[in-house]
């Protein structure tokens, strides 16, 4: 890959960059005497070389489609940074929606695991992400932010022909998302389901929070468009449905009660998005009025692709979730809404398995080892005759693989705080309608000790029924202490968690277990229950 050398203004860059480029014009400054000296040049006001100013030119795509095949046939570098903020021509098309050049590039074999930290050619302000030098987006993970579903499709499918499609469809950016966590924050439903199908890893798609477009600039350029962090809910219907789907096709769990293949004789999957799991035809049901949101959508980003999953493509097929999709006694199923309503009966296999071992594969480090989290702490007065793990509501999490899960009690300070945060709700005043009359709490205990725990921080803020629990193991000091965005994107490495806050989160919307940093997720359950059943 070379670099480019800003040198003065670039009379190319000039006449693309105006409103209204003319092909004539470029081939006339082509065939002159010094021509070619400017097809990798950087232009010395904007830092940017003759093909990127095609990526960002606001002129008709066909036209400055014809001006980069042009500039490609005279030499220019499709892999060239520029020298001002380090971004490349195809990462500029997945910015800006230039799905035409983004296909031209791809087919000439642009490099797709290009990241801004590749060049060195520029010096970028601290205070930004995607201008960093340390920066690791791709163009993949950039068209997925933007919703450019055409854009997605292109370079998927360039990547399994070139080879590189395991690399990078989870290449995650600096602050360690995936393309696929990424898309389900923006509830970009079609790139979701174009990128399950190309056997982007589920279990590290569970966002932190939804993405939301606010004020006048919904239905912007993706590049304008302002964003509010909200936490995951059942107020926003469509990033609800595609986040439980998701979290259905990574765990193989029942979408509707949370049931897996071990807890019932037969599990079936969604005929058309070929992502969500039902354990019964009622639950299918009753799932539909939320499912439906999505459900043909997803199909639709998975149609997309062309090369994936073909013939053509030697990786990329989704072989690691149809294994298990294709398990004796499974089937595909469109009722309850999804598809037709007609069932699909895989014959059964003859060949026989090896047996796996139920390994871990949900990506959860550092589990609960620390002694600090054997005590109840500022609890240990307030329950009667003590704390005892036989009369208090067990709470587990799931450590198992997928469809095959194993269950493991949390330890004593966890559970009593995911029992507290779950009966109040982050709310001190709610203690006089949950606790009296209870045989396992003293209410006048427990009511200090909540007090005490409001004034030191570590209840959060009252959250009603979206109320969770965040922490970290081994560190009581760290609950409900959040890490400040914008300082988190100043740190060297943002991926990983600071000492001094909370990295999982437990919600009770959905009773699963999340790690803020690691995007993974697990299900958890209280006294055998895997769904929400507070009143």
Request: glycine share 8%; charged share 25%; aromatic share 6%.
């Amino acid at each position: 890959m070379s670099h480019p050398e800003r040198g003065p203004e670039n009379p190319l860059v000039k006449v693309i960059f105006c409103d209204n480029p003319r092909q004539k014009d470029v081939k006339r400054i082509l065939k002159s005497r010094r021509g070619k000296l400017y097809v990798n040049k950087s232009d010395k006001n904007m830092g940017i070389t003759p093909l990127i100013a095609c990526a960002i030119s606001g002129g008709d795509q066909q036209v400055t489609l014809a001006i980069a095949k042009h500039l490609v046939a005279a030499g220019a570098d499709i892999n060239q940074h520029d020298s001002g903020v380090g971004a490349w021509p195809l990462l500029q098309c997945a910015d800006m929606g230039k799905h035409l050049m983004a296909n031209f590039l791809v087919s000439q074999g642009a490099n797709l695991l290009l990241t801004c930290k590749d060049s060195t050619t520029f010096t970028a302000p601290k205070t930004s992400d995607n201008q960093q030098g340390r920066s690791t987006t791709t163009s993949l993970w950039m068209a997925c932010q933007n919703g450019h579903l055409d854009i997605v499709a292109s370079i998927l499918d360039g990547a399994c022909t070139q080879g590189v499609l395991a690399q990078l469809v989870d290449k995650t950016n600096r602050v360690g998302l995936t393309p696929t966590c990424i898309a389900i924050q923006r509830a970009k439903v079609e790139i979701v389901g174009a990128l399950a199908h190309a056997n982007a890893d589920l279990s590290r798609a569970s966002p932190e929070f939804y993405q939301i477009p606010t004020g006048n600039s919904v239905g912007a350029h993706p590049t304008t468009e302002r964003v509010t962090n909200i936490s995951p809910s059942p107020q926003y219907p469509e990033h609800y449905a595609l986040d439980q789907t998701i979290k259905s096709a990574a765990l193989k769990r029942c979408l509707s009660c949370g049931k897996s293949p071990e807890d019932v004789k037969r599990m079936s999957r969604c005929s058309v998005c070929k992502l969500a799991y039902f354990c019964s035809k009622a639950c299918q049901t009753k799932q539909w009025p939320l499912h439906k949101k999505i459900c043909k959508r997803l199909a639709t980003g998975r149609e997309t692709l062309t090369v994936v999953g073909t013939k053509k493509c030697t990786e990329g097929a989704p072989a690691a979730q149809e294994e298990e999709t294709a398990a004796v006694g499974e089937e595909e199923d469109g009722a309850g809404g999804c598809g037709d309503g007609t069932k699909k009966k895989k014959k059964k296999k003859k060949k026989k398995k090896k047996k796996k071992k139920n390994v871990p594969n949900d990506g959860f480090k550092n589990d609960f080892t620390s002694e600090m989290d054997q005590d109840v702490g500022e609890f240990s007065d307030v329950f009667v005759g003590g704390y005892d793990p036989t009369t208090h509501p067990c709470w587990e999490y799931d450590t198992g693989r997928r469809g095959h899960p194993e269950w493991v009690r949390y330890p004593p300070r966890i559970e009593v705080m995911l029992e507290l945060m779950r009966r109040t709700g982050c709310d001190p005043c709610k203690l006089d309608s949950h606790v009296e009359g209870h045989r396992v709490y003293h209410s006048v205990g427990l009511k200090s000790a909540v007090m005490r725990l409001t004034l030191m921080g570590r209840l959060g803020k009252p959250m009603g029924p979206a109320c969770d629990y965040l922490f970290r193991p081994g560190h009581p000091e760290c609950d409900h202490v959040m890490e400040d965005g914008d300082a988190r994107m100043e740190r060297e490495h943002p991926e990983i968690a600071p000492d001094e806050c909370g990295t999982r989160r437990v919600t009770f919307a959905d009773m699963s277990e999340r790690d803020q940093y690691l995007h993974c997720a697990r299900s958890v359950r209280r006294n055998g229950q895997r769904k929400d059943t507070r009143e």
